[in-house]
């Protein structure tokens, strides 16, 4: 028994001794994790972490469009394990670390191969480190500098890889194996100031690390371990000799098949500039804005990645064409929600000629005519309208404003339809007075639409051919009312933006107003159900100094405007030169939507009208209906003919005539039977546009001898024109070049305009040295016509022709 007890209490000491050297050195293990805890950026979602996270901004899917460095400069976009290719995590583990899920933080087979083959070589053959003695290195204070390489910082000497074998223990210790992976995921050294798979991926290939290929996988695990001489943007040799190593290793072992290896082989490896993968800068900068304020790292956008890389290709094509300091903006608008698909702020972002930093899509200018759409539709909304009402687009004056048009002719006679798609200004300031220009800005502000005007100034007529300043963002947002039944919508840059629908016209005026910009305004026309259907409106404002576009399809809305950023004229570049081929082209890029039918909304109905009244055909008289025309009414109603500034006389006057109907007649020489009817007039300052035979019958009845000969528009031969007679033929003088004759008129009340074939030649207001008078210039031979028109509608007409002038 004592001999037994004493072969046992030697095995007991012996346990004691081994468990009290245990506790002793689990003791030390504590005091030492007490004394040098992990960093606080090994915590998953530790505070610390966040300001070293790099910015992102992704467009809808992911894509990111640009990125800036974390607060240490590096540049980094942290992810989990699950947003990872599998693929990825596979040749990781199995070329890193293969005893990586069951290992304590140290691999012992793994050092002692490394030892005995440092023996033999005299000289460092293989690693010996564990992914998690790699993130122990990523996490050491003396590998802070974010250039460093996995295998360059200073972990060679026995005392650092000591420190290195202990963090990986505590890793070990404190963290799971997912959190130490995830660790590494987001830690790794890619090359420069990229680190992480996830930027990695994005920065070199495009794409999010969840979408790697066999051969990008391969490429990606390679890169820690000699970063800056692997980088492919700069050493695609190199980097691609590594991702084949990586590649053979994983086929030697059984982990992916030859043909896998082969197909992964034969892609190149090509990476652009890291500074080219940028999209959409100016939104991203814009957001970047927001973002900092929240104090997000990753931010979210609701562009297509897709179609911005269109977008921008498209708009670069077009630079060619263009002088060196003109610069593009466009916008791309979802109808069904106002999200932005689709942002340039400016052509080229690297071409500072072209003050490419500059966010034209914010950028206060002129519209110039972009908004006599919605002029139009308040005004079908105020019954003051129709789509055929007959407008006047004759020379005016609205109390010392006299607008004239883009090309500086004039058509007479014109419907609404005519006047809007032809973008002509006279009808347009006609209507604003009528409709007052006040409560256009107001309504439009309410939609999102804002006019800036100078310091103290009130709305006025001007505003309706840019007289005020207003962005590309806003007038996109208010077109979407066309596509949306009169409903604008503010556009939404992220999901987070709040849906600010805000009616701006009704259904029936947005109907009607898109299918003039569309198809003419011609009703009965056919609807054609495809993606090349565009209702677009352009504009140019004063001194060529902008240009805009705007199109609207059932599904999208865009936005084009041209110009220089510091507003210098562009001579030679309008709306329908310059900016309408480029939305037209844009329009392209949207291909197919497939969206239900257009329907005809209940309030809006088709029916015959008569000019020059302007009322329903079945409530006019034949013989009052000069001419007929088919229009859109909204709810019903036709409004009659404006009538016309400072008269008292209406379209419709008494015209005396003898018992057969074949004399005029007047008071002071009626005959016996002579009767009164009731006869319609065109407006007085239509009447140098209007032929005889569109005239009302009793007007053109000649006179009995000895009334007055007084027209029903009142006498329009007051006017005389001397200086040239109807029918001249006009020559150069022998030696000269050109035909130069003063004319005059006489009898004129008030300025007068001169036209040459319906285009203005002068205005000239009373009072003006050399009013009623005109030196004649024609530019071209053949016949023409000269017209003085005086406030009072009164004119004056006489037809010559020019011979001998060069071609």
């Known amino acids: 028994m004592t001999l037994l007890q004493g072969w046992r209490w030697p095995g007991r000491r012996r346990t004691r001794v081994l468990l009290a050297l245990l506790g002793l050195a689990a003791a030390l293990l504590l005091l030492l994790d007490q ?36 607060a240490d400069g590096a540049m980094r976009h942290r992810v989990r394990l699950e947003q990872v290719s599998p693929l990825y995590l596979q040749a990781l583990l199995q070329y890193e670390d293969r005893a990586f899920w069951w290992h304590p933080g140290v691999n012992p087979a793994a050092l002692l191969r490394a030892a005995w083959q440092w023996v033999r070589a005299g000289q460092v053959v293989s690693g010996g480190s564990t992914l998690t003695m790699q993130v122990a290195r990523l996490l050491d204070p003396d590998c802070a500098d974010r250039q460093r390489n996995m295998h360059s910082c200073a972990t060679r000497t026995a005392g650092a890889k000591a420190r290195q074998l202990l963090r990986a223990l505590q890793l070990e210790w404190h963290l799971s194996k997912q959190d130490i992976l995830t660790l590494y995921l987001n830690e790794a050294p890619m090359g420069g100031m990229v680190e992480g798979v996830e930027m990695a991926a994005q920065a070199y290939l495009g794409k999010s690390a969840r979408e790697l290929s066999h051969a990008e996988a391969a490429l990606l695990v ?31 072992q059984g982990v992916w098949s030859a043909q896998e290896v082969q197909d992964a082989r034969l892609e190149k490896v090509f990476a652009p500039p890291l500074r080219a993968r940028v999209l959409a800068p100016l939104l991203a900068e814009r957001l970047r804005q927001r973002a900092l304020q929240a104090g997000a790292a990753v931010v979210p956008s609701l562009l297509d990645a897709g179609l911005q890389q269109r977008l921008e290709q498209v708009l670069l094509d077009r630079l060619n064409t263009l002088p060196e300091s003109v610069s593009i903006a466009a916008l791309i608008v979802d109808n069904r929600d106002g999200a932005v698909r689709a942002y340039a702020g400016s052509a080229d972002f690297a071409d500072m000629k072209r003050a490419a930093h500059v966010d034209m899509v914010r950028g206060l200018r002129s519209p110039g005519s972009t908004l006599k759409p919605f002029l139009y539709a308040m005004a079908l909304d105020q019954g003051l309208l129709h789509s055929e009402s007959l407008l006047v687009d ?28 032809r973008s002509l200004n006279v009808p347009a300031v006609d209507v604003l007075e009528r409709l007052g220009p006040e409560r256009f800005a107001a309504q439009l502000r309410s939609a999102g639409l804002r006019l800036q005007l100078p310091a103290n100034a009130a ?44 009616r701006l016209m009704s259904e029936g005026a947005a109907f009607i107003v898109r299918e003039i910009l569309e198809n003419g305004g011609r009703p009965g026309a056919p609807f054609r159900e495809s993606g090349a259907r565009v209702a677009w409106k352009t504009g140019t404002s004063f001194g060529f100094r902008d240009a805009w576009a705007l199109g609207v399809t059932d599904r999208y809305t865009l936005g084009v405007w041209m110009g220089r950023p510091d507003g210098t004229p562009n001579p030679g570049h309008f709306g329908a030169n310059s900016a309408a081929p480029l939305l037209r082209d844009l329009a392209d890029l949207l291909g197919p939507q497939q969206l239900a039918p257009r329907r005809q909304p209940a309030s809006v109905q088709v029916a015959p009208i008569c000019w020059p009244l302007g009322r329903l055909a079945s409530s006019t008289p034949p013989e009052q209906c000069l001419q007929q025309r088919s229009a859109w009414l909204l709810d019903g109603a036709a409004p009659p003919t404006l009538p016309e500034r400072g008269s008292t006389q209406g379209l419709e006057v008494s015209v005396m005539v003898d018992a057969a109907a074949r004399q005029r007649l007047s008071a ?11 006869a319609v007039r065109w407006p007085t300052l239509l009447q140098p546009w209007i032929e005889p035979s569109a005239r009302h019958w009793a007007e053109r009845l000649p006179w009995r001898a000895g009334c007055r000969g007084e027209g029903m528009a009142g006498p329009s031969a007051r006017l005389r024109l001397v200086g040239l007679e109807s029918g001249s033929v006009l020559r150069p003088t022998p030696g000269q070049a050109h035909v130069r004759l003063p004319v005059q008129v006489l009898g004129a009340q008030g300025a007068v305009a001169w036209l040459l074939d319906g285009q203005l030649l002068d205005w000239q207001d009373k009072g003006q040295p050399g009013h009623g008078r005109l030196l004649l210039q024609p530019k071209h031979n053949g016949e023409q016509q000269l017209t003085a028109l005086d406030e009072q509608g009164h004119y004056a007409r006489l037809r010559f022709t020019v011979q001998g002038l060069p071609p």
């Open 459 to 502: 709305p006025n007529l001007s505003l309706i051919l840019g007289g005020g300043s207003t962005r590309l963002e806003e007038l996109v947002g208010a077109y979407t009312a066309l596509a949306r039944g009169g409903v604008a919508l503010v556009p939404r840059l992220q999901a987070s933006d709040a849906l600010r629908p805000t």
């Open 668 to 678: 002071d020489c009626a005959a016996p039977g002579a009767r009164t009817l009731v």
């Open 222 to 252: 390679a890169l820690p371990q000699s970063p800056s001489l692997r980088r492919p943007d700069r050493h695609a040799q190199r980097a691609q000799a590594a991702r084949d190593k990586v590649l053979q290793r994983l086929l030697e």
């Open 35 to 70: 004394l040098f805890p992990l960093p606080a950026a090994a915590w998953p979602e530790s505070p610390a972490r966040r300001p070293l996270q790099a910015m992102v901004v992704l467009a809808e899917d992911g894509t990111p469009l640009r990125h800036w460095p974390g």
């Open 394 to 421: 004759a020379p005016q004056n609205f109390g010392g404003y006299a607008p004239g048009n883009f090309q500086a002719d004039f058509s007479g006679p014109v419907s609404m339809s005519e006047a809007l798609q």
